[in-house]
């Protein structure tokens, strides 16, 4: 069961029925105020706080989330988002024409933006390899998703879990495999700190970035960019400021060149001290393996009432806290409002590929109450086909 009590930890609206903790996490109290006792800070003093403390309580918080992901603390820069640190990574990675990037078919829609924008920039392809679902095994996995790869292929780019059909992938295989092949390994892990297991001293990913502000609940625009050391040095800023061509650099041209990008308010970087308190206290390892077990029980509850079957098999290789499976509808963007409008739920409803899905992501405060409101609705609804 996932843990009831815990949603008075939360500021969400008790009359929404929150099944899209995948789209944007939700900060618990504690956290947040956390927050805004940064954000007090801030303004008491701004220049004491922009210039010296706010510096001191980076390198703190930038330590603790090193320690989290098993990496070095110069490994790892702050970003708002994933989508700047792709854009960083996709920019600076040195694409030559003719060069290819191999991804799947699965990757987020904002990212295939990205890498489709600089690869066409520099003459390069971005290979978006078709995998065929339901997944079956993870030996077919890596074997169609390296059938797209050739003598071009510079880098491989993997979530490692999916967006539109929320399934986990094997990418530790996938970057040892690519690693042999001599690729750079580019992993991203939007959905994974907190969610999977991460830990960047035993994955052979190259580069890896994470968001903080879904599964580890921290405040928005917080996020994280990991290059191991001897990749760091061929990816430029994207926003050059006092870091670049810096007149006092610090030991790490990496966290000179990507930490400080002009004026902005980095308090939600600084939470993520207060997101690890949250979860030791919590015993979040409980609390997440919960989620999952509600997720996996009622994955074919809700396939036999859709009428599909899960794109992956339902167990902790393929399937975490959120499930998604196919839905027959023509118009995904109304029966998401009518879910809202109509029962107060907030569920994404979503096209890739010509397919439609729908989403459920379940943390600590979702009860199976939740999924029955979910699983009433539809079955209510006359917006997809039976
Ligand atoms: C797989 C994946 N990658 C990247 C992102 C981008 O996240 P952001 O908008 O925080 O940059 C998302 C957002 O949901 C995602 O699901």
């Known amino acids: 069961m996932a843990m009831k009590h815990l949603r008075d930890e939360f500021l969400l609206d008790p009359a929404i029925t929150f099944l899209n903790f995948g789209s944007f996490g939700a ?26 403390t706010g510096p001191a309580y980076l390198r703190i918080a930038r330590a603790a989330l090193a320690a989290y992901i098993s990496c070095l603390p110069d490994e790892v820069v702050y970003v708002t988002n994933p989508t700047y640190a792709i854009n960083l990574i996709a920019r ?29 920039e520099k003459g390069a392809t971005y290979v978006r390899q078709e995998i065929a679902l339901p997944i079956v095994s993870k030996d077919d996995f890596i074997a169609s998703f390296f059938a797209g790869c050739t003598a071009r292929t510079k880098a491989i ?19 040892v495999e690519a690693r042999r092949r001599g690729l750079i390994t580019i992993v991203d ?38 290059v191991k050391k001897e990749l760091q040095e061929r990816f430029d800023p994207l926003v050059i400021s006092w870091g670049f061509d810096s007149d006092q650099p610090s030991s790490s041209r990496f966290l000179d060149y990507h930490q400080f990008n002009g004026t902005r308010d980095f308090s939600a970087f600084l939470c993520i001290p207060a997101c690890l308190e949250f979860m030791q206290k919590h015993d979040w390892t409980t609390v997440s393996s919960a989620c ?6 009622n994955g074919m509850r809700f396939a036999d009432l859709l009428g599909t079957a899960p794109m992956a098999p339902l167990n902790d290789a393929w399937i975490g806290q959120m499930l998604s499976l196919p839905i027959r509808t023509e118009q ?20 890739q590929q010509g397919n439609t899905y729908i989403r459920f992501s379940i943390n600590a405060f979702n009860t199976i109450a939740d999924l029955d409101t979910l699983y009433e609705a539809l079955l209510a609804s006359k917006s997809w086909v039976r």
């Not at 618990?28 to 010296?52: D, G, N, T």
């Not at 600076?92 to 066409?120: I, K």
């Not at 879910?339 to 994404?348: C, Q, S, Y």
């Open 27 to 52: 900060c618990p109290k504690p956290i947040f105020e956390r927050y805004q006792s940064f954000q007090r800070e801030l303004e008491a003093e701004p220049v004491k706080f922009i210039v010296r």
């Open 92 to 120: 600076g990675l040195g694409l030559e024409p003719g060069d290819e990037v191999l991804s799947t078919s699965l990757e987020y829609g904002a990212m295939d933006r990205t890498w489709n924008f600089y690869c066409q």
């Open 157 to 175: 780019f993997i979530s490692h879990i999916t967006s539109a059909t929320a399934l986990i992938l094997p990418v530790h295989e996938i970057c």
């Open 189 to 226: 892990g939007a959905h994974a700190p907190a969610h999977v297991a991460l830990n960047l001293a035993t994955l052979p990913a190259d580069i890896y970035t994470g968001a903080c502000h879904k599964w580890m609940m921290a405040p928005k625009g917080s996020s994280f960019l990991y």
């Open 292 to 297: 999952r077990a509600l997720v996996q029980a």
């Open 332 to 351: 995904p963007e109304v029966l998401q409002r009518e879910l809202f409008d109509k029962h107060g739920i907030e569920v994404p409803v979503m096209r």
